[in-house]
Structures are given as C-alpha cells and as structure tokens.
C-alpha cells in the first residue's frame, strides 16, 4: 500500500496503524528524510514525492511497484493549507493548493486503478475535510479543493461499481497535528471555530484515532470516516445528494457504457 503525506502527522500515523495491521507500507512526502526514518522504523519503503512540482508525479505508481509490489490500497492523504482572506492570498498559494490538495490526488488514482481493476481489488481513501461540506472564512483556496475532493471520490464510488475496488472518504475537523496548529494562526478562521467550539460542535481528536478509524473502514468497505461525531448529522446532510444519485443509478455500471 501507499500512504501520501506520510512523514508526519496523520500520514504517519496511519502508516503505523496499517503496519500493524500486516501492509507492507510505501511512504511518500516530500521529505525524504524523515519519511524514509519512519519505512526504516516500519519495515517499509520511502519515495520522494512533492504533489506541487508535475514531473514529480510522472510514472510515480510504476516505480513504486517497481520497488516493492502492486499498490492494493492508495491513501491520498497529502495536503497544504492557505489561510487569510482571498485577497491577501498570493496566486502561487492558490495554485499550490490546488495542485497538492485536488490535482495531485486526481493523477495518483489515474495511475493506479488500471491495476487495481486489473487484479479485481483494491482500495482508494482521501483524506479531505469537514472544510470540504462546511464554508469556513480564511480558508477559502483549501475549502475549494477538499470539496473537489470529496467529489471525485463520490464519481470514483460509481465509476468503480462492480470492480472490487473501494473508496473511503475521511470529513476531518480539527485534528492535533501541525497543521491544525497553524490553520488556526489564520485570524478569520480562528475566530470562527472557537464560536463553533463555544456552541459545544467542534472537538479535537487525535491522529492515532483518524488513522485506527481509517484501518477499519478500509477492512470493513466503509465509504466515509467522520470526525468529530458531533457533527455527523452535517456531515450527513453535506453527503445526502450524492447519495441520493448513487440510489438512482443503482446497477448502472459506467463500464458498460465505454
């Protein structure tokens, strides 16, 4: 399996969980440092990937399975923030985000699920965010792309019908990781998650948690991982349309359409 992201926080932390689990990791952050410290410690292998630079993405599933095997599950879990108000954002901030967050993401799963198909399973996650079904002032570049994101994994869901192949959905709010830690230096956001925190609909929950959660949904085929619980009804409304149209093409297989 291959886990984006993984150097530190949540990627870290589920590389542990998987590995436990029995996967055999492949790691991949831009830091290859510290991703490679952490494939030493776990058995596994690492891989410089930086999602922003295009050529650092060209053929990068075909070396990984080069180095250690078919990729069985793909986590998507890289990802950058940008905070302050649209104005203040720098244009190469807003591209940088979308490419780590959305294009990145898009072209890995493009590279991987012919195999997958191929071999009759497998399994895609997407570490996206309650920022993708609730607007949050001060992050609008990243709100944009982890909506994206969740949608893509909902046409992947349909387009991968009937082929073995699952996808899982992980809607986060806050986490202790780094990144939340500076998510909430951006003024505007801040100060409206610590109204939402007042109103008792926003709690903390830690890295290990996300990814024990992320195990067991993917052992399981869960479609979709939801943090905090207090927001699940939400997180339910924010799915409901997609589910919906998932109802209404019940046995429509898109493959058979090629």
């Keep these: ?44 292998t690492a891989h410089r990937l930086d999602l922003a630079e295009p050529a650092s993405l060209d053929g990068f599933i075909e070396r990984v399975e080069a180095d250690g095997g078919p990729v069985d599950i793909l986590v998507n879990n890289a990802g950058v923030e940008s905070t302050g108000l649209i104005e203040q954002a720098a244009e190469d901030d807003i591209a940088g985000v979308v490419a780590v967050n959305l294009v990145g993401p898009q072209r890995l799963s493009r590279q991987v699920v012919g195999g997958m198909i191929e071999r009759g399973r497998g399994h895609l996650v997407f570490t996206s965010s309650l920022a993708a079904i609730t607007p949050s002032p001060g992050l609008g570049p990243y709100c944009a792309t982890k909506a994206g994101l969740s949608r893509f994994a909902e046409v992947l869901r349909l387009e991968l019908a009937r082929t073995g192949v699952g996808v899982t959905v992980l809607h986060l709010g806050p986490i202790a990781t780094d990144m939340w830690d500076r998510v909430t230096d951006a003024g505007p956001f801040d100060a409206a998650q610590r109204r939402l925190r007042r109103l008792g609909l926003l709690t903390t929950v830690s890295a290990e948690r996300v990814a024990a959660d992320t195990v067991r949904a993917v052992s399981k085929g869960r479609r979709e991982v939801r943090h905090p619980k207090r927001l699940a009804l939400t997180m339910a409304l924010g799915a409901a349309p997609g589910r919906l149209t998932e109802a209404l093409l019940a046995g429509f297989v898109p493959r058979d359409h090629r």
Excluded at 6 to 35: K, N, P, T, W, Y
């Design 1 to 44: 399996m291959l886990i984006t992201g993984a150097s530190r926080g949540i990627g870290a932390e589920m590389a542990r969980a998987f590995a436990s689990a029995g996967a055999q990791v492949a790691l991949a952050a831009r830091s290859h440092e510290a991703v490679a410290a952490l494939a030493d410690e776990l058995g596994g």
